[in-house]
């Protein structure tokens, strides 16, 4: 977007324009306008007006959601956060460049991602090389694939965790086997006995060992541990018929996104098995409705439903139906460590991808006091303010020498979008003298007097002065004016 507020999406109607094979004469000729005016257009001499938006929807059935810039703030991020490391602290990388490359050049951004990400994983192979080194007998063949979880998450991100042919699947069975909510756990179980003539057999600990959900082949059955929740067996039974069912078009899906390793394609798949089994507690049309009527209202859409707070959370994240869109909501899932083991978003916010985040995120607060809803306002180091809600949820362990799973779920969205949440009442959304600075990690922050630094940042020289010390450790020099 222009500086004056005009919208210029030059680089985006290029490359619809080459997704479809046209030339610049064709293209305008559809849309109604002249050659000359339409090639001002495409190099961001022109800006794009509403009504064009409007015709460019209708007469290449493309929905105008496609032309927002939450892609082009992904990219930016991860750009940002690759151009912080100090293998480029000698270039002269502006903000603005990278803006610039994001929004132009997208494959151009991808390729250096990709880059990065290999230059990564061989520092990390290099580094556990060099520990096998010190002891010979113990060398062995390193992986030469470290980041499999990361490149699927880029996978459900690229697809803004939203899959239209798996909701359609869900929506199949609900008509096939006569679904409803609160008796789903006795319909999957007809379900899968009618239809593949499989048993569902709650089994104890001492069977299943460290497996909560195990396939018996030879019996035919579905055995399930009995430390899992009802919410978590109706669950597991849904993924098994997803993975019964619709594996051949769970396979379509990952053959169309180029996966590079056998391992990211294996957990992609278990991904969208996951996926299918969420579509199916969650019926997309009643939980929207449900979402809007009481304004994502977490405790009452939890019973509304019968699930858990991480599965209604999850949900609320994959709304983006064309036509019925939801909240684009973000949700990430932490440990006491700090360590990501969920991320899904439908939202531009950037997340770190190597080391952890930042602290002063009401998630890692939802620890201290389990069971209570935290809600925050807070602000980026680019100035988009945040609204996040956070819980801390226990995941059931196996006895007295496996203790319960612990973490914290928190689930946010754009400031600007939080006044549709029962959650905000009370905020003053758009105060940002209230609001919690925060930032993506110690290591990328701008936030030079946070109290809260672990680390330096990455993009500042350190100072040390043995004669001063403030709240932090940290003292450096300013990066000179762009």
């Known amino acids: 977007m222009a500086k004056d507020g005009k919208v210029m999406l030059g680089h985006k109607i290029r490359r619809l324009r080459r997704d479809l094979d046209l030339t610049q004469a064709q293209m305008a000729e559809r849309l109604g306008l002249s050659p000359s005016y339409f090639n001002l257009i495409e190099n961001n001499h022109r800006p794009v007006t509403a009504r064009l938006l409007i015709k460019l929807s209708q ?3 493309v929905e105008i959601q496609s032309f927002a810039d939450t892609e082009e703030a992904r990219l930016a991020g991860e750009l940002t956060e690759v151009f ?6 000698d270039n002269d990388i502006k903000k603005q460049d990278v803006r610039e490359i994001a929004s132009v050049a997208p494959a151009l951004s991808e390729a250096v991602l990709d880059l990065y990400h290999a230059y990564s994983e ?3 192979a290099i580094r556990a090389l060099s520990e096998r080194v010190a002891d ?14 990361e490149e699927v998450r880029d996978f459900f991100q690229a697809h803004e965790n939203h899959f239209p042919k798996i909701e359609e699947a869900a929506e199949d069975l609900w008509r096939q086997a006569n679904l409803e909510i609160g008796e789903l756990s006795r319909s999957l179980t007809d379900h899968l ?23 018996d082949r030879h019996n035919n059955r579905l055995m399930l541990s009995e430390l899992l929740s009802p919410q978590a067996r109706v669950f597991h039974m849904a993924v098994k018929i997803g993975l019964l069912e619709h594996g051949d078009l769970f396979r379509r899906i990952i053959d169309s996104a180029s996966l590079s390793t056998r391992e990211a394609r294996e957990l992609a798949y278990v991904g969208l098995a996951n996926y299918f089994a969420g579509a199916v507690l969650l019926p997309y049309d009643k939980v929207y409705a449900a979402a809007r009527r009481h304004r994502y209202d977490l405790d009452l859409l939890q019973h509304r439903f019968d699930v858990t707070y991480e599965q209604i959370c999850h949900r609320l994240t994959t709304l983006q139906r064309p036509g019925a869109r939801g909240v684009p909501f973000f949700m990430i899932r932490v440990d006491k460590a700090g360590n990501v083991s969920k991320r899904f978003s439908a939202a531009p916010l950037q997340f770190a991808r190597f080391g952890g985040a930042c602290p002063l995120w009401n998630v890692y607060d939802a620890f201290a006091m389990p069971g209570v809803l935290h809600t925050q306002l807070a602000e980026m180091p680019d100035g988009t303010l945040y609204f996040f809600v956070a819980q801390s949820m226990t995941k059931p362990g196996g006895g007295h020498r496996q203790p319960p799973q612990r973490f914290a779920l928190a689930l946010g969205c754009e400031a600007h979008h939080a006044a549709q949440l029962v959650h905000a009442d009370g905020f003053q ?3 940002r003298e209230a609001a919690v600075p925060i930032g993506v990690n110690c290591r990328l922050c701008e936030r030079l007097d946070c109290s809260q630094r672990a680390f330096p940042p990455l993009n500042h020289a350190l100072i040390v002065d043995q004669n001063l010390r403030g709240h932090s450790a940290f003292y450096f020099k300013p990066d000179p004016a762009p």
């Not at 010979?136 to 979880?149: E, G, I, S, W």
């Open 429 to 431: 959304l758009d105060n």
């Open 122 to 124: 061989a520092h990390v």
């Open 59 to 61: 007469a290449f059935d």
């Open 136 to 149: 010979r007998d113990k060398l062995q063949v390193l992986q030469t694939k470290a980041f499999p979880l």
């Open 193 to 215: 006995a009618h239809a593949h003539r499989l048993r569902v057999k709650r089994m104890p600990v001492e069977v299943m060992g460290h497996a909560i959900r195990r396939f």
């Open 84 to 89: 912080a490391d100090p293998l480029f602290r």
